[in-house]
DNA sequence: GTCTATATGGCGATAGAC
DNA sequence: GTCTATCGCCATATAGAC
């Protein structure tokens, strides 16, 4: 599947084309923008891509790949929900800071044309599968009682809010509160894997076990 | 303050301007859309706002201004933080279901123009006292033992996320959880503020008023 | 004060040169 | 296969008519 990287224009093009549209959204890019990044004629790059729909159509599927990378693997393992999740939250967290823009990206583009995303990421058994399958595991331990029992919106709401947000929201809360340092941001991101993960747990784990009152 | 809403041109295009620049993005509206929500020709919205620029302007604070309603009032009343913590939830969450297409257009602008956006916040001391305000008050708090203590950005990443996040997918959300049913999604917000609240409690509650073991 | 005809510029797209 | 000259459209902006 990987067919070593080799330095074509088409390549160039792509890699561009990914930066532009990624930093500036659908709308604010113009051909020329990307035509400039990968440094060809403005008109040079309908060669290559007759129309803007098509370049983006051409990078779309790989920026969404690039948002579940390992975390299928570890959706699939054999383990108690409890225990997955805080590698779930680490891998989560981990992937974002690698796409620090995707987020506000995938935002941008699920208002401008939610099918376009619904589309690409069910069209891929692998990108679905691992979903599924965790979902069916966090219903199976529920109805066993070792997860305290709620719908599951519930739990996949606070898990990605707790995630996503924060790296969504990343400028204005380093200027706010890191008076723009962005690597204490980032530092800040880091620590807060366990603080998340301990929120989820004693979100799902049942009463008997903890409580006392 | 409120000039009893005088039904001229101006206010008209103001109101159609609010609603197309938040449900398009700034980038994707085009003036002649604007006039066209106005009901009036497309070169005429020019007499009144010579440029996009200047109509977006015009509607931009007032956009922000619906984000902060009574919000500032509960904050700065005079009750422990964890009392008070179960009315701004609620608020919050209610701004929130008013405005639905507000928190995506934040985002967005925060993406492309940030300066515009603390700007706006930060030249009404309305808006920035009650939030200095309710600081104070939790770093105080903590420092009493009222409130475990932690880092002002971890309390306030885990209420912002909580909240905001939810509203700002709702279309997805609805999708895959609700089968599009948009009033069900709507209810679940509803439903989830003393979900939230409980989580927030229990995050900020010193040790030794729960813990055991 | 309200609106329109017209200018100006930029962007995407095509046909065709090298 | 690679790139450019050029077209045509559409959006913003202005000058001026009613």
Redesign the pocket.
Known sequence: MSTEEVI??ENRILEAAKQVFVRKGYEA????DVAAEAG?????L???Y????MLFDAIFDQLMGDLLPNLGVIMNEDLPFLEKLPRIVEQYVKTLQKNPLLPIFVISELQRDPEHIYQSVLKDPARVEPIIHLRTQIQNEMEKGLLKKMPLIYTASTLVSLVVFPALVRKPFTAVFMDGDAEKYEAFLQERIPFVTDIMIRLLTPDDHIQHK
């Open positions: 074509t224009m890019t113009k051909m020329g060809i004629g403005r008109t040079a309908h060669y290559y007759r129309t803007k729909e």
